[in-house]
Nanobody, 121 residues
Framework: QVQLVESGGGSVQPGGSLRLSCAASGSIFRVNDMGWYRQAPGKERDLVASISSGGITTYADSVKGRFTISRDNAKNTVYLQMNSLKPEDTAVYYC???????????????WGQGTQVTVSS
């Protein structure tokens, strides 16, 4: 059984910062790409940022220069540092990880439970 546990959401004023964390635990052989998605009310879930096991990063255009994704492979943990937050960043943020539980199995997508980020004055 694999679990992704997120932390770090909350409410902040425009221009503020938050740091999200997501730790994967359980029967894990290998963690490949990890990432963060977000879903605002009435909208689809969209990719915010992703990072490969080798540290290659991808960002949505809307967050480039403001958000930074990083990971600690020893802890199977991914982070999202969010600076200069805007009201349009308000959403539920979900952690995603591609995890193989055995050496002979393909990796599968796992999701965290979601954490609310609210940016409002």
């Amino acid at each position: 059984q694999v679990q992704l546990v997120e932390s770090g959401g909350g409410s902040v004023q425009p221009g503020g910062s938050l740091r999200l964390s997501c730790a994967a635990s359980g029967s894990i052989f290998r963690v490949n790409d990890m990432g963060w998605y977000r879903q605002a009310p009435g909208k689809e879930r969209d990719l915010v940022a992703s990072i490969s096991s080798g540290g290659i990063t991808t960002y949505a255009d809307s967050v480039k220069g403001r958000f930074t994704i990083s990971r600690d492979n020893a802890k199977n943990t991914v982070y999202l540092q969010m600076n200069s937050l805007k009201p349009e960043d308000t959403a539920v943020y979900y952690c995603n990880a591609q995890i193989a539980v055995r050496s002979f199995l393909r990796s599968m997508d796992y999701w965290g439970q979601g954490t609310q980020v609210t940016v409002s004055s």
